[in-house]
């Protein structure tokens, strides 16, 4: 099997420190907990931006100083921004980060009921971001929250807007989408491409045992206190950095090697950084 790549989704946009009060959400603690899960095995960073009261923006000045953090620090990790925002943002408001040209960014090919909201992603929307993506040069993520979103990722491929080896990341447990059980992880990765690159973000309680799978599936993970505040029942996490570091040890075990950021941008198509 390929080395697995971890991805770190550090804060998310509804999470809050009453959730848990290690959520990392100014520019500075972010750039931190990114620092961390990098030197606890995690190769990307999945990032949300919040503004000092810890409302949720995707005002790209405030990704810009949260990116150029995290790389003051020496930190070589994947830097991946969200394109989802929070809901009921406009699709003008959810897109700014692209222009900052990281390396990725998250592309939802589809709407889904979230808990009480929905998370509209009409199909023009969805091609504006994949177009965007490709003029700058971003790296789109293809986020599935349901079945019906792997066929419109699809699409996206045949019309030439996203390259067929933009990798998936079936995320897994929010209320409204898909489930995270064994059952369903299983549909979804035999309804990828065969030759497709994936990662599962279990929401909850479904991350630890998801994660499992996908080590021992050949696919990716992604772990982090956006998709789960909690390390074991009714034990908060203490860190990002704990539940990246409970994988890498997971791994181990199950004789998947890790990869480093360098050997991921490979193995996803990214130039190196200098």
Same mark, same amino acid.
């Given at each position: 099997?390929?080395?697995?790549?971890?991805?770190?989704?550090?804060?998310? &946009?509804?999470?809050?420190?009453?959730?848990?009060?290690?959520?990392?959400?100014?520019?500075?603690?972010?750039?931190?907990?990114?620092?961390?899960?990098?030197?606890?095995?995690?190769?990307?960073?999945?990032?949300?931006?919040?503004?000092?009261?810890?409302?949720?923006?995707?005002?790209?000045?405030?990704?810009?100083?949260?990116?150029?953090?995290?790389?003051?620090?020496?930190?070589?990790?994947?830097?991946?921004?969200?394109?989802?925002?929070?809901?009921? $943002?406009?699709?003008?408001?959810?897109?700014?980060?692209?222009?900052?040209?990281?390396?990725?960014?998250?592309?939802?090919?589809?709407?889904?009921?979230?808990?009480?909201?929905?998370?509209?992603?009409?199909?023009?929307?969805?091609?504006?971001?994949?177009?965007?993506?490709?003029?700058?040069?971003?790296?789109?993520?293809?986020?599935?929250?349901?079945?019906?979103?792997?066929?419109?990722? +699809?699409? +996206?491929?045949?019309?030439?807007?996203?390259?067929?080896?933009?990798?998936?990341?079936?995320? $897994?447990?929010?209320? #409204?989408?898909?489930?995270?059980?064994? *059952?369903?992880?299983?549909?979804?990765?035999?309804?990828?491409?065969?030759?497709? =690159?994936?990662?599962?973000?279990?929401? #909850?309680?479904?991350?630890?045992?998801?994660?499992? $799978?996908?080590?021992? +599936?050949?696919?990716?993970?992604?772990?982090?206190?956006?998709?789960?505040?909690?390390?074991?029942?009714?034990?908060?996490?203490?860190?990002?950095?704990?539940?990246?570091? *409970?994988?890498?040890?997971?791994?181990?075990?199950?004789? =998947?090697?890790?990869?480093?950021?360098?050997? &991921?941008?490979?193995?996803? #198509?990214?130039?190196?950084?200098?």
């Amino acid at each position: 099997m390929e080395k697995l790549i971890i991805t770190c989704a550090l804060t998310g &946009a509804e999470t809050t420190k009453l959730d848990n009060p290690n959520l990392p959400v100014t520019p500075d603690e972010i750039a931190q907990s990114a620092w961390e899960a990098r030197q606890a095995g995690a190769s990307i960073v999945h990032l949300h931006a919040r503004l000092e009261d810890g409302t949720p923006t995707q005002d790209q000045l405030v990704y810009k100083a949260i990116i150029e953090k995290i790389r003051a620090s020496g930190n070589d990790v994947i830097v991946q921004v969200s394109t989802g925002g929070a809901v009921g $943002m406009s699709a003008d408001e959810r897109v700014q980060p692209v222009t900052l040209q990281p390396e990725m960014a998250t592309l939802t090919t589809g709407s889904v009921n979230f808990g009480a909201d929905v998370f509209l992603n009409p199909p023009q929307d969805i091609e504006h971001f994949a177009k965007l993506m490709k003029s700058y040069g971003v790296l789109p993520e293809l986020e599935i929250f349901d079945a019906g979103m792997i066929r419109n990722a +699809l699409v +996206l491929i045949k019309k030439g807007l996203v390259s067929e080896h933009a990798p998936f990341d079936l995320v $897994m447990g929010v209320p #409204g989408g898909i489930p995270g059980t064994p *059952r369903d992880l299983l549909f979804l990765v035999e309804s990828l491409p065969k030759e497709a =690159r994936w990662s599962v973000a279990g929401i #909850g309680r479904a991350q630890l045992p998801l994660a499992a $799978m996908a080590i021992l +599936l050949g696919g990716n993970v992604r772990v982090g206190l956006e998709d789960n505040v909690f390390y074991q029942k009714g034990v908060l996490a203490e860190s990002n950095a704990q539940l990246v570091a *409970r994988v890498v040890r997971l791994a181990g075990e199950l004789g =998947r090697e890790i990869a480093t950021p360098q050997e &991921a941008r490979e193995m996803l #198509g990214l130039k190196p950084i200098s």
